[in-house]
């Protein structure tokens, strides 16, 4: 257990709606950090955040947003979802925001877009 | 732009054999590297990390790993495999400086044969 929780294991929606994934990160964790796990792509960094504000961008679509809120949670948005949408979404946290850091990964949200 | 590269998708080894799981990467100067392992329907976990010094490094289950700038290598080792190292194994290179997201190969399936 890594102590990084994610909420909810499955999601299962249709193309066009939007959904929210949560992330918790380890207690004292300030940096959260949002993969995508794909068959096509593999795993791609999508967004940083670090103490509320956000850090680093990678291969995030502007359909997706992301926000840290004051207690450290994070949460991940995704909109007018389309198939290929369909992922393992992990989120990591670490205590600072440099890469020799640690990252402690959740067990992930498996999203299904049908 | 750093890029990581496992050659091997799926690699069967037997139960005591020896393992070595290939990585190289691409990045401008000395990077830090990582290898996880992911077990099914679980999230990832940090086996072993080179950031500086001495070329060789000791992770955990009995895992090491040997950093070669002039091959730009950093591959995963293990003298004898158990079944349970069966997963998929990543590796992954860390930018220096404040941005913290790690880059990942496209990992590498471990099947253990009895």
């Known amino acids: 257990d890594s102590g990084v929780t994610q909420t909810p294991k499955h999601l299962i929606t249709a193309t066009g709606q939007r959904v929210t994934l949560r992330c918790s990160p380890r207690?004292?964790?300030?940096?959260v950090y949002w993969y995508q796990q794909s068959l096509d792509q593999g795993l791609q960094f999508l967004i940083q955040y670090y103490n509320g504000e956000e850090r680093a961008k990678g291969n995030i679509l502007e359909r997706f947003s992301a926000q840290q809120f004051p207690d450290l949670h994070s949460e991940l948005n995704l909109s007018s979802l389309e198939l290929g949408d369909s992922a393992l979404y992990f989120c990591?946290?670490?205590?600072?925001?440099?890469?020799?850091?640690?990252?402690?990964f959740g067990p992930g949200t498996r999203l299904t877009v049908l | 732009a750093q890029s990581v590269t496992q050659p091997d998708i799926h690699i069967t080894v037997s139960e005591g054999a020896s393992l070595e799981l290939r990585c190289n990467y691409s990045?401008?100067?000395?990077?830090?590297l990582f290898w996880y392992v992911q077990s099914p329907g679980q999230g990832l976990q940090l086996l072993l990390k080179?950031?500086?010094?001495?070329?060789l490094v000791q992770g955990i289950k009995g895992f090491e790993a040997e950093f070669k700038r002039s091959q730009s290598s950093f591959n995963l080792r293990k003298p004898s495999v158990h079944w349970s190292d069966a997963a998929e194994y990543f590796c992954?290179?860390?930018?220096?400086?404040?941005?913290?997201?790690?880059?990942f190969g496209k990992g590498t399936k471990l099947s253990v044969k009895p």
């Open positions: 990591a946290s670490s205590s600072r925001t440099l890469s020799t850091d640690t990252q402690y």
């Open positions: 990045y401008g100067a000395t990077p830090y």
């Open positions: 207690s004292g964790d300030l940096s």
């Open positions: 992954a290179v860390g930018a220096r400086g404040s941005q913290g997201n790690l880059i």
């Open positions: 080179y950031f500086s010094g001495d070329t």
